[in-house]
């Protein structure tokens, strides 16, 4: 099972990622990433809100757990 999860710079995220069965392959996808990711995940950065984008988060994912907030600035 591979899970997106958005919002993938967060702490909640992070805690998920590193909660998780390592058997999970997970992606994290925010607009940049300032933390240092978990072992073992795929980052990618990028604006969720831009189709082609979007499309390239989702491909090959099972699963998508969002958690990106709303952002006004980024719309």
């Given amino acids: 099972m591979k899970l997106l999860i958005t919002g993938g710079d967060g702490?909640?995220?992070?805690?998920?990622?590193?909660?998780l069965s390592p058997e999970i392959a997970i992606r994290l996808?925010?607009?940049?990433f300032t933390a240092p990711l978990p072992t073992g995940v795929e980052s990618l950065a990028g604006d969720?809100?831009?189709?082609?984008?979007?499309?390239?988060?989702?491909?090959?994912?099972d699963t998508l757990l969002h958690l990106a907030p709303r952002s006004e600035e980024h719309t």
């Fill in 48 to 61: 969720i809100c831009q189709p082609e984008f979007a499309k390239q988060a989702v491909e090959g994912c």
């Fill in 29 to 32: 996808v925010d607009f940049a």
């Fill in 11 to 19: 702490r909640l995220a992070h805690a998920i990622a590193n909660a």
